[in-house]
């Protein structure tokens, strides 16, 4: 009696249909991965950046869109001898190769300055002032010293001959006076103390009122 063969088709093995199933999932997966990054960097589609500094940023715009790029503006700076709205500077620079779409980061002079807020400075020392100042880029000060009992102190800060309040907002680097009080200057000219009008007298004197202290 002849022994009956078992074939079983190849393909009717789990094990196999399996592996075959893995392999060939993961080349699909690659595949497709390499087109998609393909269409993301847009391979080949590279443009060259033109030199822009200069240009007024429409100008600039108006060049980069007929290239598929863009240009935004990152920062300005204020020089009153400069044309407002002119490029001065980019990145990436001019000759570098960009794709399609991408943005090109520019600094540009600005029209007006950048407004800075200056603190309360009434009875700091002047040296104290000066510092403060500087740090917050204001380096045209002049000092006005009056006759006061006490020296070396700030009376008021002004601007453009007018006095300051506490905090408030004008353009940075803006030229600025101390009026600073001086007790050498009070004895120069021969004032009693008891007679130094403080500025909130001065203020009541001006408006019609008498100081009693005077009396």
């Known amino acids: 009696m002849s022994k009956k063969k078992n074939t079983k088709p190849i393909f009717g093995n789990s094990i196999l249909k399996n592996l075959l199933a893995i392999i060939a999932t993961g080349g699909f997966l690659i595949a497709l991965a390499l087109i998609f990054l393909h269409v993301y960097t847009r391979h080949g589609h590279n443009v060259v950046v033109p030199n822009l500094e200069g240009l007024q940023v429409e100008e600039a715009n108006t060049i980069l ?5 863009h240009a935004e503006i990152v920062d300005s700076i204020y020089r009153p001898d400069a044309v407002p709205g002119a490029i001065i500077d980019q990145t990436p620079k001019a000759n570098n190769n960009v794709k399609e779409g991408r943005a090109i980061y520019i600094t540009i002079y600005s029209k007006s300055p950048q407004e800075v807020t200056v603190p309360g400075l009434v009875d700091y020392s002047t040296r104290q002032a ?5 740090s917050l880029g204001f380096d045209r000060l002049s000092i006005e010293e009056v006759p006061s009992q006490y020296s070396g102190l700030v009376l008021a800060v002004e601007y453009r001959g007018k006095r300051l309040a506490p905090d408030e907002r004008i353009p940075a680097g803006s030229p600025l006076k101390l009026v600073v009080s001086s007790s050498a200057l009070a004895d120069s000219l021969n004032i009693d103390d008891d007679y130094i009008l403080t500025p909130e007298a001065n203020e009541r004197s001006m408006d019609g009122g008498i100081d009693d202290s005077l009396f």
Not at 65 to 69: P, T, Y
Not at 130 to 134: E, F, S, T
Request: proline share 0%.
């Open 130 to 134: 000066v510092a403060l100042l500087n």
């Open 65 to 69: 869109r007929s290239r598929g790029i």
